[in-house]
């Protein structure tokens, strides 16, 4: 196939553009390059593949580049992206203009296209808002739900809450109306917290890497909240394996929205993640506590039975063993975070 990852030298978008092109199909990879140490993933792909061609273009602007290149391609990965919270809050423009207008770019440029790629779009648990509704109890020192055992599933009220989520609820919107109105095909993933290699975590985006990065180069450390939050996380070749089954099983996926995540069965808080890291480098860590963050949930835990159900997907990787990989990749590539 040829394969379109925009946003492709980003965490997410490389590990896939690295896969499928391993897999023997060309890939075209689409990035402005603006998140820092992006280049560093782009050199990694053009290292270790030979059928990866890069294109430095923003989705926000270059449309006539985004028309041109969808009558080559069969799939587009839809990963380009403002991704953080906070950058939202300090910059709600930037956010609605990356998520949403780039988006709706993309759409149309697929639209309009005489070869209509199957499009997959990377969303976010946090389409579902605060959901302060649902009950949460404290059980051994982290927070979960009183009545959703296998967690939260997409029939679940959307309630965006903060400028990223409304940018990001705002775009599967429309990546889902798009296949009702004009027959393309479409699959949504709401992802939960996705981690691994080449993920360069930063404080306000990717808890998991940034902790991870923190610990070895003893940088500080603070946890908004206290700690006690709990998220479900998945390690990137999981994900990466759901996006290659949803499109193998494209006849049942397309118009669909997924939950995607690590599930009830890797769920994690900060402060376990913490003690998890503590024994992979054999070190105390230091940390400190602030507030909380606008939107921030005490819990979140997908549903992913749906996902299992239409095209038989799950998590292979457990947490601690995912954390003690993305550990040690971190230690093995030091000189990527210098």
């Known amino acids: 196939m040829n394969v379109l990852v925009t946003g492709g030298a980003g965490f997410i978008g490389s590990n896939l553009a690295d896969k499928f092109a391993k897999n023997g199909n060309n890939v075209i990879v689409l990035d402005n390059l603006s998140r820092v140490n992006v ?6 792909l053009n290292a270790n593949n030979k059928n990866i061609d890069f294109i430095k273009a923003d989705i926000r602007y270059d449309q006539n580049v985004l ?10 990965f839809h990963f380009a992206a403002q991704v953080a919270v906070t950058t939202s809050v300090v910059d709600p423009r930037e956010d609605f203009e990356l998520n949403a207008l780039g988006t709706f770019n993309v759409l149309e440029a697929v639209r309009k296209s005489k070869k209509k790629p199957i499009v997959f779009y990377s969303s976010t648990n946090k389409v579902y808002g605060g959901m302060e509704d649902i009950k949460t109890v404290e059980r051994n020192g982290r927070y979960e739900y009183a009545d959703y055992p296998l967690g939260i599933a997409e029939d679940r009220l959307l309630d965006f809450h903060s400028p990223y989520g ?3 609820g705002c775009a599967e919107q429309y990546v889902r109306d798009y296949s009702r109105i004009y027959g393309l095909k479409t699959v949504v993933f709401r992802q939960s917290c996705i981690f691994g290699y080449r993920q360069f975590g930063v ?10 990065i923190a610990t070895l180069f003893d940088k500080p450390l603070t946890i908004y909240g206290d700690g006690k939050q709990v998220r479900d996380v998945l390690f990137i070749d999981d994900l990466v394996s759901a996006y290659e089954l949803a499109l193998k099983n494209i006849d049942k996926t397309s118009g669909q929205i997924y939950n995607v995540g690590g599930g009830s069965s890797n769920a994690m808080s900060l ?3 913490i003690k998890n890291l503590e024994k992979a480098y054999s070190k105390k860590i230091k940390y400190s506590f602030s507030d909380w963050r606008p939107g921030d949930q005490p819990v979140f835990v997908c549903d992913i039975s749906k996902a299992k159900r239409d095209f038989g997907w799950e998590p292979k990787v457990r947490v601690i063993d995912g954390v003690e990989r993305l550990a040690k990749w971190v230690k093995d590539n030091k000189d990527l975070f210098s």
């Not at 028309?67 to 587009?76: I, P, Q, T």
Request: some cysteine; charged content about 35%.
């Open 166 to 168: 409304c940018s990001k």
């Open 203 to 212: 404080e306000d985006q990717g808890w998991v890497a940034w902790f991870t």
């Open 39 to 44: 280049e560093k993933n782009l050199a990694w």
């Open 67 to 76: 028309d041109k290149v969808m009558e080559r391609v069969d799939v587009v």
């Open 271 to 273: 402060l376990e993640l």
